[in-house]
């Protein structure tokens, strides 16, 4: 089955700053890449996605990028803002509505 | 606005019990599914169902059974409770764009 790789597990930045989050992905029929962000206490929610016809995708201060070659794709995050701390998941999906996630990766932005 | 509501928020259970989560959603949707949290391992798949009477193990079934009597509800089963069990448990439904995520269960088993 389809493995995804996320990295780093935890990431602190300043205010300001920019953040970008790593993750492979074993399935070469994988073609959704979704991403969800947790909140403390609450239950993750999209913030962005990015399909496998597309190398790019911006909204505001959030971006996906995608390199189907290679089996990887990131999220940046620009100008971080202390409400921007959360744990972020990375997902794919191979168009049967199921996903498979990475680990999560914790991010602290430090005013 | 979609609804996906779960039975309890916190659950205390003893080992070897049989445990009940209920998920309710509000769409009519076919798809949902049940994952489990643990910290350091993500979200992980315990089963998925496509609609009423269907049912497909996820990762990590062992332990756990399904039901989906009503398209609106999907239980998941505990048939006896382990230490190993305790987790946050996520149940949703899956659109074509979104998988969107119940408030979550917070079972421990003692």
């Known amino acids: 089955g389809e493995n995804v790789e996320q990295h780093p597990s935890t990431l602190s930045v300043q205010e300001g700053d920019s953040a970008v989050i790593k993750c492979t992905y074993s399935d070469s029929a994988s073609n959704y890449f979704p991403w969800y962000k947790q909140e403390l206490g609450k239950r993750p929610q999209l913030i962005i996605d990015i399909r496998s016809n597309v190398g790019e995708k911006k909204d505001q201060r959030i971006a996906v990028t995608l390199n189907k070659t290679a089996k990887h794709f990131s999220l940046h995050i620009t100008e971080t803002q202390p409400e921007d701390s959360a744990v972020y998941f990375c997902?794919?999906?191979?168009?049967?509505?199921?996903?498979?996630f990475g680990k999560g990766t914790k991010l602290s932005v430090i005013p | 606005d979609v609804k996906v509501t779960q039975s309890s928020r916190y659950l205390v259970k003893r080992t070897g019990e049989k445990v009940f989560l209920e998920c309710v959603q509000d769409?009519?949707?076919?798809?949902m599914f049940w994952y489990r949290q643990d910290p350091g391992l993500g979200l992980r798949l315990i089963y998925f169902?496509?609609?009423?009477?269907?049912?497909e193990k996820g990762d990590i079934p062992e332990g756990y059974s399904v039901s989906r009597e009503k398209k609106e509800r999907f239980s998941l089963i505990l048939e006896s409770a382990s230490t190993n069990q305790t987790s946050m448990y996520l149940c949703g439904i899956s659109k074509p764009d979104e998988q969107y995520f119940g408030p979550g269960t917070r079972l421990t088993v003692t």
């Open positions: 769409m009519d949707h076919e798809n």
């Open positions: 997902s794919s999906g191979a168009g049967s509505y199921q996903l498979t």
């Open positions: 169902s496509y609609d009423v009477k269907m049912k």
